[in-house]
């Protein structure tokens, strides 16, 4: 009898190559690799938010019911895009807790940006100075932040100030001390630490809320202690790839199911599944105790390397 699905072509098909349970697992270890966030330890994951037995809603000590959410990835993805998609729907919830003005986690923002199209400088810039005074907002707390997130404008900043040098030029008592003139700087071409937090760089940190139109362009940081921000999932990273004989393709299925919470917080929508729009909507968030325990501040700066006006 033939055997009408085998291949006779003489090529080389995708699932003659793929085992499927072993590519599900290299792909999902490589994604999380490659998560800034879950490297630099401010998310975790917590068995407290899965969702493995059905339902939307779970119910978890210390705060009331979050909502998990899904995102669709379509064929033009990349494995990367996973990542995008998490980090575009943690900072919608970010967005959501700290609010432009009646955020529940509005005491734990800092504004030090240039209210005007042009004109910022250092007192604008994100310093050790203006992360002092973030530290602060949280008293005795402040010196268990450990982990700064910031957009590349504001990182590479932070790389042009560490490349400079104390030195005189002209190398004789009484010559000028320029910025500069001399010295060997830094020759890492990363940004590892600042202030004494590991840094993490995502592009995608101002998506949700570019700041005030006409002003000069506003960057939000954000400082936060390590296993703050926690990630639950409903169902794990499923991978599945076969042939459709239709289209003479060889196709590939990624789904994945999960959330984010912030320990102190609570969703008060009646609402489930939200949307990004949803979830960076300052209404539908609540703290459940005071906001300088909840160890994560957010820092409005400006940056030399970026002074465009906001559209």
Known sequence: MAAPFQNYSGGVLLADIVKRNNLSTYVSEAIKERSAFLKSGAVVRNSLLDATEGGTRIQVPEFNPITPTEEILDGTATWDAINKLN????????????????????????????????????????????VARGRSLLGTRGDELDTLVVHPSVAYYLYQVGMLTFSTSALTTGGAVTWGGGGVGVNETSIGQFAGMNVVIDSQVNTVHPGTTG????????????????????????????????SKQD????????????????WTSATDNP?????????????????????????????????????
């Open 215 to 246: 002003h000069q362009k506003e960057f939000r940081c954000y400082l936060i202690k390590s296993g703050t921000i926690l990630e639950g999932e409903q169902s794990p990273l499923s991978i599945e790839s076969d042939r459709n004989i239709l």
């Open 275 to 311: 949307t990004n729009a949803a979830l960076a909507n300052d209404n539908n968030w609540a703290i459940t105790y005071d906001a300088d325990l909840i160890p994560i501040v957010e820092l409005i700066v400006n940056s030399p390397l970026d002074t465009g006006t906001n559209p």
């Open 87 to 130: 980090s575009a729907r943690l900072f919608s919830l970010l967005d959501g807790l700290f609010g432009s003005t009646f955020g529940p986690l509005g005491a734990n923002s800092l504004d030090l940006s240039k209210g005007a199209a042009s004109g910022a400088d250092t007192d604008n810039f994100l310093t050790a100075s203006t």
């Open 251 to 266: 196709v590939m299925s990624v789904d994945y199911h999960s959330a984010y919470h912030i320990m102190g917080t609570k």
